[in-house]
């Protein structure tokens, strides 16, 4: 194979386009520990706006976003509630214990969501000599829901269940954009009953690097000396600033096309290996599949054909589309699939 791999592993592998490029290069800059880099405050501004929240707080990676957010809003020696299979429940390193000083509860997680009924049965056994809960933790979108958004009657539910129980709620919206383009709303109108959320820069957004939480202001201020005690205040940020506010600008209204190559994706891979996936369930850049449907070695003989695809855990296997994904890469993907697929 020679020429460029089409790598649909993750929405992450992106490369800063020219434009981009050419806004971190120019970007104004200043020390941002001393909050004098203009690039990161208008960047936190602007992400404040969209989200609906006081503030917000640029980071360089949505786990620590995440990380600080739980240190923020938790209290140690309690429980914080997300999805069984969410991502600060699998792939965080058990930072929130570490970290914190709370344990993270699996809520019942069939595809990353949960609802008001499950906060409140965890609220009803810490009457039952368990830890008292301190946090609610969502992801939208939900990975392990597919790349599925939450619904706005879904979140409400969990929201006034947690409010009931006057628990913050933290939003892992490492993908909210693509929710929002999802179901059509603009983000804030997902985040409403949320105290915080954060969002990335660096996945089906294009950027390089960096994340940013948005909440209240008191919760932001808490949040800045937080990260600093994580190592993750920068200086001169707004090289990379730049690179979130262009894609910002640029690179949000597009979501949808990755939405739809995605289903194309899907109905190729159904057809190709029946019973690997129900394409219905493809509502955003993720193509989740069941990877027991698939051949023996199927990850190295896509790789031999120009294609790399990944394992998101043992049973499942993931295509994701992204800002460096276009039409002819589908093509080619679902030519290599059919291959394979015609060759056992
Ligand atoms: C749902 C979700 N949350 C948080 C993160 C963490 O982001 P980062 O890789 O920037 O730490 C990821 C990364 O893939 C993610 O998929």
């Known amino acids: 194979m020679t020429g460029r791999m ?6 992450t592998v992106t490369r800063p386009t020219d434009g981009m490029r050419r806004a971190m290069a120019e970007a104004e800059v200043g020390d941002d520990v001393y909050g004098e880099d203009p690039s990161v405050n208008r960047l936190q501004a ?10 917000a707080l640029f980071m360089p990676s949505g786990t620590m976003c995440n990380q600080v957010a739980i240190a923020v809003l938790s209290q140690p020696g309690t429980d914080v509630l997300a999805a069984g299979r969410a991502h600060v429940v699998r792939y965080e390193m058990a930072g929130a214990a570490r970290n914190a000083g709370v344990q993270l509860k699996g809520l019942p997680d069939d595809a990353g969501f949960f609802t008001g009924a499950d906060v409140d049965a965890a609220l009803e056994s810490s009457a039952h000599h368990q830890p008292p809960v301190s946090l609610v933790c969502i992801e939208n979108t939900a990975q392990a829901g597919g790349g599925r958004p939450w619904r706005a009657g879904e979140l409400a539910d969990v929201a006034a269940s947690a409010a009931r129980h006057s628990l913050p709620v933290h939003c892992d919206g490492a993908r909210i954009f693509n929710a929002a383009a999802a179901v059509g709303i603009e983000p804030r109108g997902l985040v409403e009953g949320c105290t915080t959320v954060m969002f990335c820069l660096s996945k089906g957004l294009g950027g390089p690097v960096g994340s940013v939480l948005c909440g209240p202001a008191g919760a932001i201020d808490e949040a800045r000396q937080e990260r600093r005690r994580l190592g993750g205040a920068m200086r001169q940020a707004g090289v990379l600033a730049a690179a979130g506010l262009y894609a910002l600008e640029h690179h949000i209204e597009r979501l949808a096309e990755d939405h739809a190559r995605a289903r194309r994706l899907a109905d190729g891979v159904a057809e190709c290996f029946p019973g690997s996936i129900d394409p219905d369930g493809v509502e955003t850049n993720m193509v989740c599949c069941d990877a027991s449907a698939f051949p023996e070695k199927f990850l190295a003989r896509l790789a031999d054909r120009g294609v790399l695809a990944g394992m998101l855990d043992p049973d499942t296997l993931r295509f994701t589309t992204h800002l460096d994904v276009d039409d002819d890469s589908v093509e080619a993907t679902l030519t290599a699939l059919a291959d394979i697929a015609r060759k056992g």
Do not use: K, V
Request: hydrophobic share 40%; charged share 45%; aromatic share 0%.
């Open 6 to 11: 089409i790598d649909l592993r993750s929405d």
């Open 46 to 55: 602007e992400a404040a706006e969209r989200m609906g929240t006081e503030a």
